[in-house]
């Protein structure tokens, strides 16, 4: 305990040169916490962005096969009991919403024009297209789907009406209120054929060109599937995704958000290694200034180190309390700049956060660094620190006391 | 020169020291035999090994060659880690320069050898306060070394070096820092104290006017004794 008393008092008697090496970690520090809560906000977003895309945070499915073929193609997937297990999977904590889905290949036509379309559909209720400008907040509970330039999203209670990607109604020549047909090829070969209205006309990157959405109870009478090949359900709490998985009835098949969106993943574990980079990056100039400085400091007290010795102090307890001084004015360091970090998170956050436009909307992201932030900081400083503080002290304890009050 | 309770025996020692290629000899076949309570005073030139052989004495360096015994151990015997604790129990040092450990208090500073002994709470504020009652330091006991004057820390140096009761007490230049009345001051307390304790003194000096403190009086000279006799 002494030591540490000891080790304590040298740091701040010794204020100038403390306050050198700690501001150097401090600063460090401080941007990695903000630059690690911007980036973790964003990849919070991106996450939510990419589940209420169209992938909610579960998707069950009668067979796995589905996953691999069914989206479009869904018509020998029709799940069972669909109602009942809607219900069920409703009662789940942490679910908010679960509903059908289902999805075909048709070709547009109007007039002359003709366009091979994607079409989803959903019950219109989750269903939502952003307004065309302005930072928007869009709603937890439903997809959002892209950003409409035109028009209207599918009401509910309206069949028959398509809201469609921008370049293919440009590709067709199509105008809000325009009716175009659709025709499907259903199971045995079967065309089938149908008018629908356009309520509107959507912009997202990637999927304009082939996308439309229509609401699921015309989509699931018009492709004669009255059984959904999918239920998806979105979690109010994302922890919870791994229970209600695990609550489902046996011989369903299933995908968690995680498992559908591999690009999130992808990015994800780039991002981590990257912020990984980074740490190593500020830790390693920490180490070399606090090593420099504690080289340094073990020269300048090369009297004192040999006076403890002379006292009695053993070699291992002076190496003890200069590790313990790396290690402290690591703590300090580390303390202070992941408060500052916060602090300078908070204060963002209270300006509006960061504006962000991902090309077709925009937002305000916020810097929130999380908890998490403080002991993965926190634990690689002070043992960086340490680690700073054991080549000089290894190198006070080789020599012996009377060269040590020599050199003094 | 011997004693019958002799603490001290040092057999033909050497110590060179490697200054760049060349090695410099700074104790040359010194034999010496130092009893228990004795107050020996080492002088001589700059250079002449004083400091060295009480370095050796106090187990702070060691011998190129040759033997030291002290209280019946051989020095070169022990671990590192042995010494350390035999140091602890059995020496006491007073430096030129004082040495106080200067982010500890003056209480804290003539503590520090009894923590080391894991000496009970109780027992070390004891002692602490009984030796810097007898220093004249007692009120100062919560102050910086910082804010001390060279006599007084000398007397904390002096109580740090006592407080653990040792049988040698070892000070190189215990007055070179000090002006002439404080210096003979601090020697009258370290006479005062070593008698009293029954410990053996033993002191290196420039200054004749100190040396006559001690009841034996080692002349060096290049690192040999060159004169060994009992003063009155």
């Known amino acids: 305990m002494k030591v540490l008393v000891m080790a304590w008092r040298s740091i701040l008697r010794h204020a100038r040169r403390t306050t050198a090496t700690v501001s150097a970690l401090v600063v460090g520090l401080t941007g990695m916490v903000v630059f690690q809560g911007f980036l973790g906000q964003m990849m919070r977003d991106f996450r939510d962005g990419t589940i209420l895309s169209g992938i909610g945070h579960l998707q069950v499915a009668a067979r796995d096969q589905y996953f691999v073929d069914g989206e479009f193609n869904p018509f020998s997937y029709g799940l069972k009991d669909s109602e009942a297990l809607s219900t069920a999977l409703e009662r789940q904590p942490g679910v908010q919403a679960v509903f059908p889905s289902t999805g075909f290949v048709a070709v547009a036509g109007l007039g002359d024009q003709s366009a091979t379309l994607l079409v989803k559909a959903y019950p219109p209720e989750r269903m939502y297209f952003a307004p065309p400008a302005g930072t928007v907040k869009a709603p937890v509970d439903r997809f959002n789907l892209g950003t409409l330039t035109e028009g209207s999203s599918v009401s509910p209670g309206v069949r028959n009406s398509l809201v469609l990607g921008e370049t293919a109604a440009r590709v067709l020549g199509a105008r809000v209120g325009d009716v175009v047909t659709l025709m499907a090829i259903l199971p045995g070969g079967n065309l089938e054929g149908r008018d629908f209205t356009i309520s509107g006309i959507f912009s997202s990157p990637g999927r304009d060109k082939s996308f439309a959405y229509t609401d699921y109870a015309t989509a699931s009478d018009f492709i004669r599937m009255p059984s959904p090949p999918v239920l998806i359900a979105i979690a109010s709490d994302i922890g919870a995704v791994e229970g209600i998985a695990d609550s489902l009835p046996r011989g369903l098949s299933f995908r968690t958000w995680r498992d559908l969106a591999q690009l999130f993943v992808q990015v994800s574990t780039i991002m981590a290694s990257f912020l990984g980079v980074i740490r190593a990056i500020i830790l390693l100039v920490t180490l070399f200034i606090l090593a420099n400085s504690m080289s340094r400091m073990v020269l300048e007290r090369m009297k004192e180190w040999g006076t403890l010795r002379a006292l009695g102090t053993r070699k291992r307890d002076i190496l003890f309390v200069i590790l313990s001084e790396g290690c402290l004015q690591g703590l300090l360091g580390a303390v202070l700049g992941i408060a500052f970090g916060f602090l300078v998170s908070a204060v963002i956050d209270v300006a509006g956060g960061l504006p962000y436009h991902n090309g077709a909307q925009a937002y305000a992201i916020m810097v929130r660094p999380g908890l998490d932030s403080i002991w993965l900081n926190l634990v690689p400083s002070v043992a960086t620190a340490g680690l700073a503080a054991l080549l000089p002290g290894l190198r006070a304890i080789r020599f012996s006391p009377s060269e040590c009050l020599r050199e003094a | ?232």
């Not at chain 2, 060279?150 to 230049?173: K, W």
């Open chain 2, 1 to 232: 020169m011997t004693n019958e309770l002799e603490l001290i025996r040092i057999r033909n020692a050497a110590k060179h020291y490697q200054l760049e290629k060349a090695e410099v000899p700074a104790l040359v076949d010194v034999n010496l035999a130092i009893g228990q309570g004795e107050r020996v005073c080492l002088m001589g030139p700059s250079g002449s090994g004083k400091s060295t052989l009480l370095n050796i004495i106090g187990c702070i360096d060691s011998l190129t060659a040759g033997s030291i015994e002290i209280d019946g151990r051989q020095a070169h015997t022990l671990s590192d880690a042995q010494l350390s604790e035999f140091r602890n129990r059995t020496m006491g040092f007073v430096f030129q320069t004082f040495n106080l450990i200067p982010v500890l208090s003056v209480f804290e500073n003539v503590e520090y050898p009894l923590l080391l002994q894991r000496t009970t709470s109780a027992e070390r504020r004891e002692r602490v306060d009984e030796l810097l009652e007898r220093v004249g330091l007692k009120d100062l006991r919560r102050r910086s070394p910082e804010r001390l004057s060279g006599g007084q820390r000398q007397r904390v140096a002096i109580a740090r070096a006592l407080v653990t009761r040792p049988r040698l007490v070892i000070a190189d230049e215990p007055t070179a820092a000090l002006d002439h009345e404080t210096g003979r001051s601090i020697m009258q307390l370290m006479v005062e104290l070593n008698r009293s304790a029954g410990s053996t003194l033993i002191f290196a000096t420039h200054d004749p006017a100190v040396s006559r403190y001690a009841g034996r009086l080692i002349t060096m000279s290049d690192g040999r004794i060159v004169e060994d006799r009992e003063v009155a």
